[in-house]
């Protein structure tokens, strides 16, 4: 007899039942995924995840028939954080896999997104089919701008694509009210280029772990909460000063080296600010509440702080080479300032990673202490 046991496996890796439907996953079992099914398709009637759990259950029945041991679930990730989901996936997967001794899965997915942690899938169980489920619009003028229209509706893709054209079309109205137009489609074409290397490198997801961060501090009661909020004020300003110095500062005829050297040189020191004021109270929070951190993240004010040091002596050096502008540092001055800026950054990093070793001896002998007292 075989021991083979077939999981018909659906993905939401966006989270739609736990968005829109308020469903918790993983979804085991043909009546708890009929139920999530009908939930989401009463939610959003128009969402193609419902017909993908569909298919999943049709898949189940029609492979139940057949004999074989099968078992259905539906696993969702995250809708606002896909790395986060993904991990959530994985680790949902591996214990259905692991709880219901699964040998092998049929894949039902809606589209290519779903697709993408195929391989993390197939590290944790043999993929032996993948079924993908299309559905059938009417294909109209139409049709396509409603759908165009639903998909610009997801909050999710409306922050991604209408707050970046926002944003770049009201710097360039600022830029032109001041009486700059020239530079106004540079400041607009950086603003936009630094977005899409934002999201082609996934530094976005980053940002978002910050503002979870916040959210989460402030429900918690967190020192944290006050230092996320002055860090951010300070970020914005330091934005503010990094534009007026690039007005001020910025050579005629220079390229986009000078351009960008001359923001650093105006907002580097509050983005410094900012980033110290943000870990200085996630620190606290770590030493009133996980001690075991404290190691890991002491490390991290000397490493902004370096960079700050030698991202401002950068851009005074660079700065300072240009002879037709009116910089209070001469060629001179720039040259000994980089100099000190760079010594002064690596004892900075140097001082930093002897204070993360004895952070660290000290937090886990404080932690053994505590456990010996428990005792």
């Not at 603003?191 to 980053?206: M, Q, R, T």
Request: net charge negative; with cysteine; aromatic share 12%.
């Amino acid at each position: 007899m075989s021991t083979d046991r077939t999981l018909i496996l659906c993905i939401d890796r966006d989270d739609d039942i736990g968005y829109k439907g308020n469903i918790e996953s993983p979804v085991v079992g043909r009546v708890a995924c009929l139920n999530a099914a009908t939930k989401l398709g009463l939610a959003d009637p128009e969402d193609s995840d419902t017909n993908a759990i569909f298919q999943a259950i049709k898949t189940y029945d029609e492979r139940l028939e057949m004999g074989e041991d099968v078992l259905i679930t539906v696993l969702a990730g995250n809708h606002m954080h896909m790395i986060e989901g993904d991990r959530k996936i994985s680790a949902d997967l591996s214990r259905v896999v692991k709880n219901n001794t699964i040998t092998k899965c049929i894949l039902v997915t809606d589209g290519a997104e779903d697709e993408f942690i195929l391989p993390i899938i197939q590290s944790i169980v043999p993929v032996s089919s993948i079924q993908r489920v299309i559905i059938k619009q009417m294909p109209n003028l139409e049709g396509t701008y409603y759908i165009i229209k639903k998909i610009f509706d997801d909050p999710k893709i409306a922050r991604q694509v209408f707050v970046p054209a926002g944003i770049a079309m009201l710097l360039y109205a600022i830029a032109y009210l001041i009486g700059y137009p020239d530079i106004a489609i540079i400041i607009v074409m950086g603003v936009i280029g630094i977005y899409l290397l934002f999201k082609g490198y996934g530094i976005d997801e980053y940002f978002s772990l910050f503002f979870n961060g916040l959210r989460s501090s402030f429900r918690g009661g967190r020192f944290s909460f006050l230092a996320y909020s002055i860090a951010i004020l300070l970020a914005v300003l330091g934005f503010i000063m990094g534009l007026s110095s690039l007005l001020k500062w910025y050579p005629e005829d220079a390229g986009i080296f000078f351009l960008l050297l001359s923001f650093v040189y105006g907002s580097v020191t509050w983005f410094t600010a900012s980033g110290l004021t943000a870990l200085a109270g996630k620190l606290t929070d770590v030493y009133l509440n996980e001690r075991q951190n404290l190691g890991k993240l002491s490390v991290m004010p000397f490493f902004i702080a370096s960079i700050g040091i030698f991202g401002w002596g950068a851009s005074v050096y660079v700065l300072s080479l240009s002879g037709n502008i009116d910089f209070p540092f001469n060629m001179d001055d720039g040259v000994r300032i980089i100099i000190f800026s760079i010594i002064g950054g690596l004892l900075c990093s140097f001082t930093g990673l002897y204070v993360q070793k004895h952070l660290k001896k000290w937090a886990e002998l404080k932690l053994s202490n505590d456990k010996k007292d428990e005792l």
